[in-house]
């Protein structure tokens, strides 16, 4: 099966994808009371968790690529349109202050640009060439990975930007919600999450959505940890930009730790804030000039800097 701009192919695509099913048994749910209606919703979503699990294995496999290409300096780059595609940007722009990333390390693209976070971009999600263009603007190449999203597994967009980054050399994942769809089978590793139709006939973004944005946090949060962003299930790497992040930052640094305050904020002087280099201060006994170098030398891993400061 392969995508179609025929309007009447299309229907009959479309028709044939369980993400779009018509359920004739909710076709009276206008009618419910409104507690009846939240209770047919919970229940709906529940069963997305135990739909992720079937695609663990792929979801796995899929995670230590990206890692090892990340791990080269490589970038991780979502790709899709309308729900998928803000579901990625959302997931890329929460990676700098939840993991202190660089810029442009993670990146989320959405058909049609900033503009579709909050408006529909016609035709946007049906240009290939689009997806094309916009993975040119940020010279995709071998040590990258480009993910696309999209929950019926056949926009143009994501399949196109799929297709354009694996003949670019670059890993591609391919994230969809109906089995053997064209996202899948054009990227190296394809992730089927069938949550079956919708409460409201082909509304994805609801448990097809909510499936993605499961395996979205999975893809970005295991990568990170991989990377070391992570001292055990504390986030070492946080950037502290506002006071709420501040102290946290010294929540973890006290966990990490078992230090008294007095030794936390002079930790954290010595090393101008960053959570990391404060830990090895106190638990490695080191200046910070000498932290920020373990660390580096170290590739950033806390544990094998831990292991350089007591040698």
Excluded: W
Aim: net charge negative; hydrophobic share 45%; charged share 20%.
């Amino acid at each position: 099966m392969t995508p179609t701009s025929d309007p009447r192919g299309l229907r009959a695509e479309l028709e044939t994808l369980t993400t779009e099913a018509f359920r004739p048994e909710l076709a009276d749910i206008d009618r419910l009371p409104t507690a009846e209606i939240a209770r047919l919703m919970n229940a709906e979503d529940t069963t997305v968790p135990a739909a992720v699990a079937t695609a663990l294995p792929r979801i796995a496999a899929a995670i230590d690529a990206v890692a090892a290409r990340m791990a080269r300096g490589g970038r991780l780059v979502y790709a899709g349109a309308g729900t998928a595609g803000r579901l990625g940007v959302l997931d890329a722009s929460e990676c700098p202050p939840t993991f202190n990333t660089g810029p442009g390390q993670v990146v989320g693209l959405i058909a049609g640009g900033p503009e579709a976070m909050v408006t529909s971009v016609e035709g946007a999600e049906d240009s290939a060439e689009l997806a094309r263009a916009d993975l040119d603007a940020l010279k995709i190449g071998p040590d990258d990975t480009v993910v696309g999203v999209s929950a019926s597994g056949r926009t143009p967009y994501a399949i196109g930007a799929v297709a354009h980054a694996r003949a670019a050399g670059a890993l591609t994942v391919g994230l969809s919600c109906n089995a053997g769809s064209p996202l899948a089978a054009a990227a190296e590793h394809g992730i089927e999450v069938v949550v079956g139709p919708e409460l409201l006939t082909g509304s994805t973004r609801l448990k097809a959505g909510t499936a993605q944005k499961l395996v979205l946090n999975m893809i970005s949060t295991i990568t990170m940890i991989r990377l070391g962003k992570t001292y055990g299930n504390l986030m070492v790497d946080v950037r502290a930009s506002n006071e709420k992040l501040r102290a946290r930052s010294r929540r973890i640094v006290a966990l990490a730790t078992g230090a008294g305050d007095d030794e936390i904020e002079r930790a954290l002087t010595a090393t101008g804030g960053e959570v990391k280099p404060a830990i090895l201060v106190v638990l490695g006994g080191v200046d910070g000039p000498t932290a920020a170098r373990l660390l580096e030398e170290s590739g950033g891993l806390l544990r094998a800097a831990l292991g350089a400061a007591a040698d």
